[in-house]
């Protein structure tokens, strides 16, 4: 079982940014590709980015590139994701999730097998 606690969301106005933190437990987080989703109230669950167990390679959704910016720390046990930019349809409670094994990004939620609870982020206009 792995745990993990996300931090670092707020309330941010138009513009913005913030920066979200995702700390797993266990001795084996270089073993894992790591992603972040997000849920918008009465919407479904989305892909935000991902990242490869080295940090060598990267995805985003097409809403938030150029402007989010997915990294870890492995020393850390730490994924990170910086959003620049933000708009206030960036609003929705944020997850980060691991997928075990894996050596391939992926952005389709049923291949991740550990969620955290969530961090809200919320944009004002």
């Known amino acids: 079982q792995v745990q993990l606690v996300e931090s670092g969301g707020g309330m941010v106005q138009a513009g913005g940014s913030l920066r979200l933190s995702c700390a797993a437990s266990?001795?084996?987080?270089?073993?894992?590709?790591m992603g972040w989703f997000r849920q918008a109230p009465g919407r479904e669950r989305e892909f935000v980015a991902a990242?490869?167990?080295?940090?060598?390679?990267?995805d985003y959704a097409d809403s938030v590139k150029g402007r989010f910016t997915i990294s870890r720390d492995n020393a850390k046990n730490t994924v990170y994701l910086q959003m620049n930019s933000l708009k206030p349809e960036d609003t929705a409670v944020y997850y980060c999730?691991?997928?075990?094994?894996?050596?391939?990004?992926?952005?389709?939620?049923?291949?991740?097998?550990?969620w955290g609870q969530g961090t809200q982020v919320t944009v004002s206009s």
């Open positions: 999730a691991v997928r075990r094994a894996a050596t391939q990004l992926s952005s389709r939620s049923g291949e991740y097998h550990y």
């Open positions: 266990g001795r084996t987080f270089s073993t894992y590709a």
């Open positions: 990242i490869i167990r080295t940090g060598g390679s990267t």
